[in-house]
């Protein structure tokens, strides 16, 4: 059974950078579409960035672009999300989550419902 767990998290001042990392056990993530989740306090779910199982398509929300990069390390068996020129509003619990399938390329953007299978999360909180 796939199992996730998010590290990288932290406290950062803003203008600062974080790299999140999602690490996977019980499967390899090769076949699976991987996205990025946040939630703050008192907000809904939001979709941060996805990527498909090839790499080769990968999605943004508007409020990221330009900032964070999602990336696949095949041979740690983890998706990377770096996050950079942090703000406070990134403020978050992050999540990954996980699901089989190269269904990204059809979605424009990242979607909670898209994905069965979901980490712990990691606390990121941006402040001076």
């Known amino acids: 059974q796939l199992q996730l767990v998010e590290s990288g998290g932290g406290l950062v001042q803003p203008g600062g950078s974080l790299r999140l990392s999602c690490a996977a056990s019980?499967?390899?993530?090769?076949?699976?579409?991987i996205g990025w989740f946040r939630q703050a306090p008192e907000k809904e779910r939001e979709g941060v960035s996805c990527?498909?199982?090839?790499?080769?398509?990968?999605r943004y929300a508007d409020s990221v672009k330009g900032r964070f990069t999602i990336s696949r390390d095949y041979a740690k068996n983890a998706v990377s999300l770096q996050m950079d020129n942090l703000g406070p509003e990134d403020t978050a619990i992050y999540f990954c989550?996980?699901?089989?399938?190269?269904?990204?390329?059809?979605?424009?953007?990242?979607?909670?419902?898209?994905?069965?299978?979901w980490g712990q999360g990691t606390q990121v909180t941006v402040s001076s």
């Open positions: 019980g499967s390899t993530l090769d076949a699976y579409t």
């Open positions: 989550a996980a699901r089989r399938g190269n269904f990204l390329p059809i979605r424009n953007g990242c979607y909670a419902t898209d994905f069965a299978s």
């Open positions: 990527i498909s199982w090839s790499g080769s398509t990968t």
